[in-house]
T-cell receptor, first 113, second 109 residues
Framework: GAGVSQTPSNKVTEKGKYVELRCDPI?????LYWYRQSLGQGPEFLIY????????DSGLPNDRFFAVRPEGSVSTLKIQRTERGDSAVYLC???????????FGSGTRLTVV | QKEVEQDPGPLSVPEGAIVSLNCTYS??????FMWYRQYSRKGPELLMY????GNKEDGRFTAQVDKSSKYISLFIRDSQPSDSATYLC?????????FGTGTRLQVFP
């Protein structure tokens, strides 16, 4: 596609539930990133994929968070046992050369009630 | 202390003003510096990138990097109401972008 697509755009879930957030990157981009952005803050790094493998997952806050990219294209961020503190906008980005910037999607706004 | 510091604003200026946005950073390994613009409920979009120290100009926008002071700036000339957004500085050292908090800019007619 022309840009990075994220679905759903909004997700409301109850505390304790499991959620999956999907990212469809720009075709041909081998690098894919997940960030989390809270209100009034800049995006915070979660995880980076180069191809199918997670090259850096140092930003995942705890073991409730997990991400996959099985075929080197679409990625899914999975959050187990959601907590109210997980409420944020989850941004996905992809890049062909990270030194020249990423292209971001519009994000998934997750609200845990 | 955060790796990248940015005044969150808000910054409110009249149309036509020159706007100066700034960030400081602590990691001397940062080599690539970027500015992103983010409109409400949208993802960040890349405005400009600069490698190492120096200036780069693109239309009404000028980015400056001073590595010796660990200080970067974005200047917007002849600001327009459509420039009203949050501006995020970002920089990369190894494998990922680190962002500032973002400065909210409001340009009023």
């Amino acid at each position: 596609g022309a840009g990075v697509s994220q679905t759903p755009s909004n997700k409301v879930t109850e505390k304790g539930k499991y959620v999956e957030l999907r990212c469809d990157p720009i075709s041909g981009h081998t690098a894919l990133y997940w960030y989390r952005q809270s209100l009034g803050q800049g995006p915070e790094f979660l995880i980076y994929f180069q191809g199918t493998g997670a090259a850096d997952d140092s930003g995942l806050p705890n073991d409730r968070f997990f991400a996959v990219r099985p075929e080197g294209s679409v990625s899914t961020l999975k959050i187990q046992r959601t907590e109210r503190g997980d409420s944020a906008v989850y941004l996905c980005a992809s890049s062909s050369d990270p030194n020249y910037g990423y292209t971001f999607g519009s994000g998934t706004r997750l609200t845990v009630v | 202390q955060k790796e990248v510091e940015q005044d969150p604003g808000p910054l409110s200026v009249p149309e036509g003003a020159i706007v100066s946005l700034n960030c400081t950073y602590s990691n001397s390994a940062f080599q690539y510096f970027m500015w992103y613009r983010q409109y409400s409920r949208k993802g960040p979009e890349l405005l400009m990138y600069t490698y190492s120290s120096g200036n780069k100009e693109d239309g009404r926008f000028t980015a400056q990097v001073d590595k010796s002071s660990k200080y970067i700036s974005l200047f917007i000339r002849d600001s327009q109401p459509s420039d009203s957004a949050t501006y995020l500085c970002a920089m990369i050292g190894t494998d990922k972008l680190i962002f500032g908090t973002g400065t909210r800019l409001q340009v009023f007619p």
